[in-house]
Protein backbone atom coordinates (compact mmCIF):
# COMPACT_ATOMS: atom_id res chain seq x y z
CA UNK A 1 0.00 0.00 0.00
CA UNK A 2 0.99 3.51 -0.64
CA UNK A 3 0.91 6.38 2.22
CA UNK A 4 -1.30 9.50 1.51
CA UNK A 5 -2.56 12.35 3.36
CA UNK A 6 -5.67 14.35 3.34
CA UNK A 7 -5.65 18.11 4.58
CA UNK A 8 -7.26 21.26 4.89
CA UNK A 9 -6.98 24.85 6.50
CA UNK A 10 -6.98 22.88 9.97
CA UNK A 11 -3.38 22.07 9.23
CA UNK A 12 -1.98 25.91 8.20
CA UNK A 13 0.85 26.23 6.45
CA UNK A 14 2.66 22.94 5.33
CA UNK A 15 6.04 22.15 4.65
CA UNK A 16 5.46 19.84 1.59
CA UNK A 17 9.28 19.21 1.04
CA UNK A 18 9.72 17.47 4.77
CA UNK A 19 6.08 15.84 4.02
CA UNK A 20 7.48 14.73 0.64
CA UNK A 21 10.46 13.43 2.49
CA UNK A 22 8.97 11.53 5.21
CA UNK A 23 7.00 9.31 2.36
CA UNK A 24 3.68 10.73 1.38
CA UNK A 25 3.25 9.72 -2.30
CA UNK A 26 -0.35 11.28 -2.82
CA UNK A 27 -2.69 14.22 -0.76
CA UNK A 28 -6.06 15.30 -0.74
CA UNK A 29 -6.25 19.03 -0.29
CA UNK A 30 -9.60 20.45 0.59
CA UNK A 31 -10.95 22.32 -2.29
CA UNK A 32 -14.39 24.06 -1.44
CA UNK A 33 -17.48 23.61 0.92
CA UNK A 34 -21.06 24.02 -0.43
CA UNK A 35 -20.18 26.85 -2.26
CA UNK A 36 -17.06 28.01 -0.06
CA UNK A 37 -13.65 27.93 -0.89
CA UNK A 38 -10.78 26.55 1.73
CA UNK A 39 -8.86 29.35 2.69
CA UNK A 40 -5.42 27.04 2.41
CA UNK A 41 -6.20 25.75 -1.18
CA UNK A 42 -4.66 27.80 -3.55
CA UNK A 43 -1.60 27.97 -1.49
CA UNK A 44 -1.62 24.09 -0.85
CA UNK A 45 -1.66 23.56 -4.76
CA UNK A 46 0.67 26.05 -5.34
CA UNK A 47 3.69 24.52 -2.88
CA UNK A 48 2.92 21.11 -2.79
CA UNK A 49 6.04 19.12 -3.17
CA UNK A 50 5.96 17.75 -7.08
CA UNK A 51 7.08 14.20 -6.06
CA UNK A 52 3.18 14.22 -4.23
CA UNK A 53 0.57 13.43 -6.57
CA UNK A 54 -2.29 16.03 -5.83
CA UNK A 55 -6.43 15.44 -5.39
CA UNK A 56 -8.73 18.08 -4.48
CA UNK A 57 -11.92 17.34 -2.60
CA UNK A 58 -14.66 19.50 -2.05
CA UNK A 59 -17.25 18.42 1.22
CA UNK A 60 -20.43 18.07 0.55
CA UNK A 61 -23.69 19.76 2.15
CA UNK A 62 -26.99 19.02 2.45
CA UNK A 63 -28.50 22.55 2.01
CA UNK A 64 -27.33 23.40 -1.56
CA UNK A 65 -27.79 21.49 -5.30
CA UNK A 66 -25.06 18.77 -6.29
CA UNK A 67 -25.04 21.03 -9.77
CA UNK A 68 -24.40 24.26 -8.01
CA UNK A 69 -21.59 22.61 -5.78
CA UNK A 70 -20.09 20.87 -8.54
CA UNK A 71 -19.32 24.31 -10.41
CA UNK A 72 -18.00 25.42 -7.59
CA UNK A 73 -15.43 22.69 -7.11
CA UNK A 74 -14.88 22.38 -10.41
CA UNK A 75 -14.08 26.31 -10.99
CA UNK A 76 -12.06 26.51 -7.39
CA UNK A 77 -9.60 23.53 -8.26
CA UNK A 78 -8.83 24.33 -12.06
CA UNK A 79 -6.30 27.13 -11.11
CA UNK A 80 -4.24 27.17 -14.25
CA UNK A 81 -1.29 25.89 -14.56
CA UNK A 82 -2.31 24.36 -11.58
CA UNK A 83 -4.69 21.58 -11.40
CA UNK A 84 -5.01 18.58 -9.25
CA UNK A 85 -4.60 15.04 -10.82
CA UNK A 86 -7.29 13.60 -8.66
CA UNK A 87 -10.68 14.36 -7.71
CA UNK A 88 -12.94 13.14 -4.94
CA UNK A 89 -16.33 14.48 -3.03
CA UNK A 90 -16.63 13.97 1.26
CA UNK A 91 -19.62 12.72 1.98
CA UNK A 92 -20.74 12.73 5.69
CA UNK A 93 -23.21 15.65 6.54
CA UNK A 94 -26.08 13.59 7.31
CA UNK A 95 -29.61 14.77 5.43
CA UNK A 96 -33.12 15.13 6.77
CA UNK A 97 -34.16 13.77 3.36
CA UNK A 98 -32.53 10.75 2.21
CA UNK A 99 -34.27 10.67 -1.27
CA UNK A 100 -32.97 13.95 -1.71
CA UNK A 101 -29.44 13.43 -1.09
CA UNK A 102 -28.96 10.33 -3.04
CA UNK A 103 -30.36 12.61 -5.54
CA UNK A 104 -28.11 15.74 -5.40
CA UNK A 105 -25.20 13.76 -4.63
CA UNK A 106 -25.59 11.93 -7.85
CA UNK A 107 -25.75 15.48 -9.51
CA UNK A 108 -22.47 16.58 -8.02
CA UNK A 109 -21.00 12.90 -9.14
CA UNK A 110 -22.21 13.57 -12.87
CA UNK A 111 -21.03 16.95 -13.07
CA UNK A 112 -17.46 16.06 -12.38
CA UNK A 113 -17.50 13.38 -14.19
CA UNK A 114 -18.79 15.08 -17.40
CA UNK A 115 -15.71 17.57 -16.73
CA UNK A 116 -13.27 15.37 -15.99
CA UNK A 117 -13.48 12.29 -17.94
CA UNK A 118 -13.67 10.23 -14.81
CA UNK A 119 -15.74 9.70 -11.66
CA UNK A 120 -15.16 11.18 -8.61
CA UNK A 121 -13.78 9.44 -5.58
CA UNK A 122 -16.49 9.18 -3.05
CA UNK A 123 -15.46 9.22 0.96
CA UNK A 124 -17.35 8.42 3.39
CA UNK A 125 -17.67 6.10 6.81
CA UNK A 126 -19.22 2.51 5.75
CA UNK A 127 -22.36 3.37 7.73
CA UNK A 128 -23.10 6.46 6.42
CA UNK A 129 -22.58 5.05 2.62
CA UNK A 130 -24.51 2.15 2.95
CA UNK A 131 -27.21 4.19 4.69
CA UNK A 132 -27.55 6.91 2.08
CA UNK A 133 -26.43 5.77 -0.93
CA UNK A 134 -26.62 2.77 -3.64
CA UNK A 135 -24.96 1.66 -6.77
CA UNK A 136 -27.71 4.40 -8.48
CA UNK A 137 -26.04 6.82 -6.46
CA UNK A 138 -22.26 6.90 -6.63
CA UNK A 139 -22.00 4.98 -10.46
CA UNK A 140 -18.24 3.84 -10.83
CA UNK A 141 -16.95 6.01 -8.14
CA UNK A 142 -13.89 4.51 -6.72
CA UNK A 143 -14.34 4.63 -2.39
CA UNK A 144 -12.37 6.18 -0.45
CA UNK A 145 -13.38 4.84 3.08
CA UNK A 146 -12.75 6.06 6.36
CA UNK A 147 -12.94 3.93 9.46
CA UNK A 148 -10.18 3.73 12.86
CA UNK A 149 -8.86 1.04 14.35
CA UNK A 150 -9.66 -2.53 12.34
CA UNK A 151 -6.98 -4.44 10.61
CA UNK A 152 -8.61 -3.32 7.67
CA UNK A 153 -11.50 -1.52 6.68
CA UNK A 154 -15.47 -2.55 5.98
CA UNK A 155 -16.54 -2.01 2.52
CA UNK A 156 -20.24 -1.04 1.77
CA UNK A 157 -22.59 -1.83 -0.49
CA UNK A 158 -22.70 -1.48 -3.49
CA UNK A 159 -18.51 -1.44 -3.56
CA UNK A 160 -16.63 -4.55 -3.55
CA UNK A 161 -13.09 -2.83 -2.48
CA UNK A 162 -11.53 0.11 -1.45
CA UNK A 163 -9.29 2.04 -2.82
CA UNK A 164 -8.36 4.82 -0.31
CA UNK A 165 -8.36 4.26 3.47
CA UNK A 166 -8.12 6.86 5.69
CA UNK A 167 -6.97 5.06 8.78
CA UNK A 168 -6.62 7.86 11.30
CA UNK A 169 -7.56 11.45 12.54
CA UNK A 170 -4.73 12.04 14.44
CA UNK A 171 -1.49 11.11 12.83
CA UNK A 172 1.75 12.61 13.10
CA UNK A 173 4.18 14.21 10.20
CA UNK A 174 6.99 16.21 9.63
CA UNK A 175 6.78 19.54 7.76
CA UNK A 176 2.80 19.50 9.81
CA UNK A 177 2.46 20.98 12.95
CA UNK A 178 -1.08 19.59 13.91
CA UNK A 179 -2.39 16.47 13.48
CA UNK A 180 -3.21 15.15 10.14
CA UNK A 181 -5.51 12.69 8.35
CA UNK A 182 -3.61 9.44 7.75
CA UNK A 183 -4.69 7.31 4.52
CA UNK A 184 -3.73 4.81 2.16
CA UNK A 185 -4.30 3.66 -1.29
CA UNK A 186 -4.56 0.27 -2.08
CA UNK A 187 -2.70 -0.73 -4.90
CA UNK A 188 1.05 0.10 -6.18
CA UNK A 189 2.03 3.41 -7.55
CA UNK A 190 1.31 2.36 -11.28
CA UNK A 191 -2.23 1.78 -10.22
CA UNK A 192 -2.27 5.11 -8.81
CA UNK A 193 -1.14 6.49 -11.88
CA UNK A 194 -4.39 5.00 -13.74
CA UNK A 195 -6.48 6.66 -11.45
CA UNK A 196 -5.43 10.44 -12.51
CA UNK A 197 -6.47 12.79 -14.82
CA UNK A 198 -4.99 12.70 -18.33
CA UNK A 199 -2.88 15.97 -18.12
Known sequence: MIPGIDVSHYQGVIDWAKVAAAGVKFAFLKCTE??????????????????????????????LPG??????????????????SLYAVDLEQA????GAYAGQAL?????????TGKPPIVYGSPSFLAKY????????????????????????APWTDWVFWQHTS?????????PVDLDWFNGDIDALRELELAS
Open 133 to 156: LSKANIGDSPLWIAEYGPPKPSVP
Open 170 to 178: GGHMDGITT
Open 34 to 63: GVGKDPMYSANMATIDPSIIAGAYHFFTVD
Open 107 to 115: KFILAVEEA
Open 67 to 84: DEQARQFLTTSIISPLAP
Open 95 to 98: PTDK
